[in-house]
């Protein structure tokens, strides 16, 4: 089957097989690193939420929803995370993510946080 006809095609010309396997981006991606690096872009804060909100950048790594981080001696976990691929990014994606364990204002403005898997920290 071409390239052509898949995207052209009639929606019932083409029917998936027992042997068809559906694979998203994110799923490959899912525990392929032990650490990750996010640089810092904004620090914010929502209405009546007392987590911080926190947006950056991968530098390296692979960030998934299960790490955590040490900040100023405080352990804190990613509650939430929002990314391209649903609960995980690779380097050069932006993500937000949620804290627990930390209040905004002891995060710092810029740098640099060092996220890795619970038992590896």
Known sequence: MSLITLTFAKKDCY?????TLIVKPGQNLR???E?????????????????PY?????VSGVLSEDMVAEINGK???????DSKYEGVAKEGMRVGIMLTGIKS???????VLEFGKLGKE
Do not use: D, Q, W
Request: glycine share 4%.
């Open 35 to 51: 650490r990750a690096v996010v640089k810092i872009t904004k620090v914010c804060s929502f209405y009546n939420v007392e987590e």
């Open 105 to 111: 204002e002891e995060i710092p403005k810029e740098g």
């Open 75 to 81: 352990l804190v976990r990613i509650e939430t995370m």
């Open 54 to 58: 926190l947006l950056g950048e991968v």
């Open 31 to 33: 525990n392929s690193s």
């Open 15 to 19: 029917i998936a097989k027992e042997h």
